[in-house]
């Protein structure tokens, strides 16, 4: 298993080699993820802070676990694993049954082990279901983290690779988006209060209304923000809801 830490697709600023056991590669995997991954801390009622990560780590454990359960081993190549600034990419070699499309991967569906001593083991270790549930699991993991849910397409070279994508609401994500500082804030009052009025918008950031106009316009064209209505007092501004299918 490689594991690379990039900028860009020819920029690699960390490269990790695991070899070992079955075992040993997911949990050394997952070891890297944990000292890679940004998180936020979430102060509650509870004894103990809770703390987010930027993808949630159930979901990449069931990636690693079915890269290493559905990998071609006759293909003398590595899983690859690409974190990236904004997204991260796992890599397998073989493709998907002729049964299934990488559509089907995100629905029920039934399972298909390309090889059946090696997912009876893990099954029995307690990683992997027998029912083809790990992708939509997967797709439901990050949904209730309040991203998309994974991309699944195969390459040319007979791969299959699962794509997660950062939260594209994130302060950091929005400045890249060339947002200015209001934007920013309006972005965040709707994410905290789920909706955001142009007379709301006008009083949070002290904007004409024209300015207000102007800027949640661009917000709904560069689909960050939905309208609701089309002039009036009862025209509001939500989120755009992150893909679900």
């Known amino acids: 298993m490689k594991l690379g830490r990039f900028r860009s697709p020819i920029l690699i600023v960390d490269d990790k080699r695991i070899d070992g056991n079955i075992l040993t590669q997911i949990d050394e995997s997952m070891s890297w993820f944990r000292e890679r991954f940004e998180t936020e801390f979430v102060i509650t009622g509870k004894p103990q802070r809770d703390v987010i990560w930027e993808y949630p780590l159930d ?81 439901k993991l990050l949904i209730d983290a309040g991203l998309e849910v994974p991309e699944f397409n195969t390459t040319h070279t007979d791969r299959l690779r699962v794509i997660f994508h950062k939260n594209r609401l994130s302060k950091e994500q929005l400045h890249k988006l060339g947002l200015n500082k209001r934007q920013i804030s309006g972005v965040e009052q709707v ?50 809801e992150p893909i679900k299918t």
């Open 59 to 139: 979901a990449v454990r069931e990636a690693v676990v079915n890269a290493v359960c559905h990998r071609d081993y006759r293909m003398n190549i590595n899983i690859q694993i690409r974190l990236y600034d904004d997204h991260l990419e796992i890599w397998n070699a073989g493709g998907l049954p002729t049964e299934l499309t990488p559509a089907d991967l995100l629905h029920d569906h039934d399972s298909i082990p390309r090889n059946t001593l090696l997912a009876e083991c893990l099954f029995y270790c307690g990683l992997i279901e027998s029912w083809g549930s790990g992708t939509t699991r997967m797709a």
């Open 191 to 240: 994410h905290r209060n789920e909706r955001i009025t142009n007379q709301e918008y006008q009083d949070l950031l002290d904007v004409s209304r024209r300015t207000a106009t102007r800027e949640l316009n661009q917000l709904v064209d560069m689909k960050i923000l939905l309208r609701h209505g089309t002039t009036g007092k009862g025209t509001y501004y939500s989120l755009q």
